[in-house]
């Protein structure tokens, strides 16, 4: 039984992802972009050339939001949109080479983030606690 209302998995799970993206937020502003502009880096990071719409969906937001990201994005230099060879009305969305010094200066403020929040587990309890994460996200995902 928890200890109090605020100690379930909802709230806990919640109260952590809210606490590492304030963390990484604050430590990330230098930067110059939003948090929705570093997800579609992130993202792109990830699986460049994704088209517009398999990106929104991944990032679970409307194709009009993103087309507002996009756009800034673009006109900042970050991303380019191509036609899909394959589907001449899709678009294509690839990283410019502006990303790589910023995204590794992203991944090492990740991964600090990562090891305050982690501080006091070893490593077999951090791959404990990561290996029952993705089940738990598994089994929500499995619809």
Do not use: C
Not at 69 to 96: N, S
């Amino acid at each position: 039984m928890p200890a109090s209302r605020n100690d379930t998995l909802g709230f806990v799970v919640h109260d952590v992802a809210r606490l590492l993206r304030w963390h990484f937020d604050r430590r990330a502003q230098e930067h110059g972009l939003t948090r929705s502009q570093w997800q579609v880096l992130a993202h792109l990071w990830r699986d460049d050339g994704l088209q517009q719409k398999a990106l929104a969906e991944q990032m679970d937001i409307t194709a009009i939001t993103l087309t507002g990201l996009l756009d800034r994005l673009e006109r900042d230099g970050w991303v380019t949109r191509k036609e899909d060879p394959q589907d001449r009305r899709a678009k294509r969305v690839y990283l410019t080479p502006k990303v790589e010094p910023v995204m590794a200066n992203i991944r090492k403020l990740a991964r600090e983030v990562r090891q305050h929040a982690t501080q006091g587990l070893n490593k077999a309890e951090q791959q404990q606690l990561l290996d029952l994460l993705v089940r738990v996200r598994s089994n929500l995902a499995d619809r």
